[in-house]
């Protein structure tokens, strides 16, 4: 196993994240909310401890491929930048799968319930995604020949770099920076619950994979924050539950396979009888409506 880099970047997080306090609270910024902080940060350690025993599930199924591999790359310095960008690359998809898959959007949905954006909104993590089998979109990899632990690696790089981009403070880098990296204004836009704004820029670190395959928005007014329908909760376990819940019930009221198998697995909000709305579907509407 890899060193876990995460749990030694906590203490980084949570000196930023003093520090974003104080420099809000002088600047009389609301951007805290200390029940919304607190539910963050439980979510996040919860993600931490639930990854002490998921992620050596997720190593040996990395290392059982691997034994598979195509090629052997080993560690020479020009496979970490090709595993970079094949990292980030599969991150761009399991994101956007993440938004547009019922399935993995109810793990996926912790990070966005909050209506606040701030570094402690960063922390807000799944404890569920481990176990619905998100790491299968990172499989591709040790079976091409990057070992196993440099995989893990690079995601653990890609979930640290993704910390500091969940700020208001920072408006926007210089030009080339945001045309290329992931930046606070494009993860702001991704947060926003507004129809312009929702599912777009899935990057991890990089904005290029958006720009290449049409998920693109750049920002253009302060987001609103949250969900299209918030949950008003505070309670970490309602959190990290409360998509499930509502699929369990979807698929007990479903009136045949094929409609349960549309609640489990169909883009977030389908439903059988069109009371609620898919993304594409909400912005139909509002393009009728002009």
């Known amino acids: 196993m890899p060193p876990n880099l995460i ?4 203490p980084g997080f949570v000196l930023l994240i003093l520090l974003e306090i104080i420099f809000t609270s002088i600047d009389h910024r609301n951007m805290y909310e ?3 902080a607190a539910s963050s940060i439980a979510m996040g350690l919860g993600n931490v401890f639930i990854g002490l025993f998921t992620k050596s599930v997720i190593f040996g199924t990395y290392y059982l491929v691997y034994q598979f591999r195509l090629f052997e790359l080993g560690y020479v310095w020009w496979v970490w930048v090709l595993c970079f960008f094949s990292d980030d690359f599969s991150y761009y998809w399991f994101h956007r ?3 547009t898959v019922r399935f993995f959007w109810a793990s996926h949905v912790i990070h966005h ?3 606040k954006y701030n570094l402690a909104t960063a922390l807000r993590q799944t404890w569920t995604g481990n176990f619905t089998g998100t790491f299968l979109f990172w499989l591709w990899m040790p079976l091409v020949g990057f ?3 440099m995989v893990m690696t690079m995601q653990a790089i890609s ?4 910390f500091w981009i969940h700020t208001e403070v920072i408006h926007k880098l210089p030009a080339p920076f945001e045309y290329v990296l992931n930046t606070p204004s494009h993860h702001r836009v991704h ?3 507004d129809i312009d704004y929702l599912d777009r820029n899935h990057g991890g670190i990089l904005i290029i994979w958006d720009r290449m395959f049409g998920t693109f928005t750049a920002e253009k007014e302060r987001p609103h924050y949250g969900l299209t329908s918030n949950i008003h909760t505070f309670n970490p376990l309602r959190i990290a539950t409360h998509e499930w819940v509502s699929i369990w019930q979807d698929i007990r009221g479903a009136r045949s396979l094929k409609e349960a198998l549309h609640y489990l697995f169909d883009a977030p909000g389908w439903s059988a009888d069109g009371s609620r709305k898919t993304t594409r579907q909400l912005r139909q509407t509002q393009q009728e409506q002009g």
């Open 7 to 10: 749990t030694y970047a906590i």
């Open 97 to 99: 799968s993440s938004h």
């Open 34 to 36: 200390p029940k919304d």
């Open 191 to 193: 947060h926003g619950s």
């Open 159 to 162: 979930l640290i770099y993704q």
């Open 113 to 115: 319930s909050s209506e």
């Open 147 to 149: 070992p196993p632990a």
